[in-house]
């Protein structure tokens, strides 16, 4: 029995039935299993490929069924879509593989009985693929279906983009995205964690954006990179460390990072500060706030102190004290769907039309922290309009007092980095 393949369809049924995230659930079994590296990225292939599919391939599988989805055996519907994703969408894996390892994988997984299942479905799959071809036409719908995504996501995507654009950030969320890291300049250089890389048998090269950023274009398994285990580099996209630079931190500044888990922009902060000044790094949720400390430790950084609070409560609790503020607000994440296989099966549209008003709240505290002359960045790694550009100009209608300095918004499929919005702003 193939174990890589058995790994990925417990590793769909802990993500699509107990709720669990796609990227730890990987993490988890990778690590109990030990498969060999090709074996591990096969695994990784089929895990983010079918809950990438989602519904589509849902869809597929209900056109060699006769009844609902929701009446098969959660266990034997993970083992259908593992198989059914090899068959429509990996062409280098033989059919016949596709189908005869899911039986006996069912065998031990379910029982008897529903490996002769599978192998019923799967079988007539093969057979007759062009059963559950997609329709052509140009609706929503059928964009949605081709393109892996939720009608009501296509639908928002095509409101605020247009048809084509729409289509371009679709075909870009199922292209995976290339590792990028931050090199700690506090502890190492570029240079050196580019030589550690090549030494490591990944291939990567120099951000263009920013001058500590680095591009893997291809690497091994990262719980084995020293470099990153001992903290002379850390995982973060290029247009979240832009964040920082257009903070542009000084040494011994007064930083708030309004909502900081799991740290990524603090540390990036206060290696910009060269270690030298305070940053309070805030969020709500206690057992985030360990994430920040142990990010911090892991980089050498002592300047940083996490914080349980509100992020509405920052101007209350430090009423014109910061030179700059950060605001990485809490977002929908619709910039960074093709990083998290399940995002797009997981948000709803009611979820995002709530946010504007915790954003706007957010904003609007935060303001009230920074000192006259002083620096506000707000920020977040959606590209709706809603929670970016309405969001900053609603704020400067109601506060005279700052002036907007510049925005950018990043789109993947142009600009070749996750989606993320920027806004910088002046206390006068």
């Not at 005869?100 to 529903?114: D, Q, R, T």
């Not at 059928?142 to 393109?147: G, K, M, R, V």
């Not at 075909?171 to 964690?193: D, G, H, M, Q, Y």
Request: with cysteine; proline share 3%.
């Amino acid at each position: 029995m193939d174990r890589a393949r058995f790994s990925a369809i417990k590793t769909v049924y802990a993500v699509q039935t107990e709720g669990a995230f796609s990227n730890i659930a990987l993490a988890q079994i990778l690590r109990k299993e030990k498969l060999s590296d090709i074996d591990r990225r096969f695994c990784t292939e089929l895990v983010y490929g079918t809950i990438k599919a989602g519904a589509s391939l849902d869809w597929k599988i209900s056109k060699y069924v006769n009844r609902s989805l929701d009446k098969i055996d959660a266990k034997i519907l993970a083992v259908l879509r593992v198989g059914m994703y090899q068959i429509f969408f990996l062409d280098r894996v033989p059919n016949s593989a596709a189908v005869n390892e899911s039986v006996e994988i069912a065998k031990k997984f379910v029982n008897i009985g529903a490996s002769k299942f599978v192998n019923g479905v799967l079988r007539s799959a093969v057979r007759e693929p062009q059963k559950s071809d997609f329709p052509t036409d140009d609706s929503i719908e059928t964009l949605a279906l081709q393109t892996f995504h939720p009608a009501w996501l296509v639908k928002l995507f095509v409101e605020e983009f247009g048809l084509e654009t729409a289509k371009k950030i679709c075909a870009t969320n199922n292209i995976e995205p290339p590792l990028c890291l931050r090199v700690n300049f506090l502890k190492s250089s570029r240079a050196e964690i580019l030589a550690a890389l090549k030494k490591f048998g990944a291939v990567a090269e120099e951000s263009k954006l920013v001058p500590e950023g680095i591009i893997c274009k291809s690497h091994g398994a990262l719980d084995t990179f020293k470099p990153l285990k001992i903290g002379l580099c850390q995982v973060q996209d290029e247009s979240s460390m832009l964040a920082a630079r257009w903070l542009n931190p000084a040494e011994n500044d007064f930083v708030i990072d309004c909502c900081a888990a799991p740290g990524g922009k603090a540390t990036h902060i206060a290696e910009l500060m060269k270690n030298r000044g305070r940053i309070i790094a805030a969020d709500i949720f206690e057992m985030k706030l360990q994430h920040i400390k142990e990010n911090a430790a892991r980089l050498g950084i002592k300047i940083i102190e996490p914080v349980l609070l509100d992020a509405r409560e920052i101007g209350k609790k430090f009423f014109n004290q910061a030179d700059k503020v950060l605001i990485d607000a809490p977002c929908s994440g619709l910039g960074v769907i093709r990083r998290k296989a399940d995002l797009r099966w997981k948000k709803s549209f009611a979820e995002i039309a709530e946010l504007p008003k915790l954003q706007a709240e957010i904003l609007a505290s935060a303001a009230n922290a920074v000192k006259r002359g002083g620096t506000l960045i707000y920020s977040t790694c959606t590209i709706i309009r809603r929670e970016n550009e309405s969001i900053v100009e609603n704020f400067l209608k109601l506060n005279k007092n700052f002036k907007i300095v510049d925005t950018k918004k990043f789109l993947p499929h142009i600009d070749g980095t996750d989606g993320f919005f920027i806004a910088k702003l002046v206390r006068s």
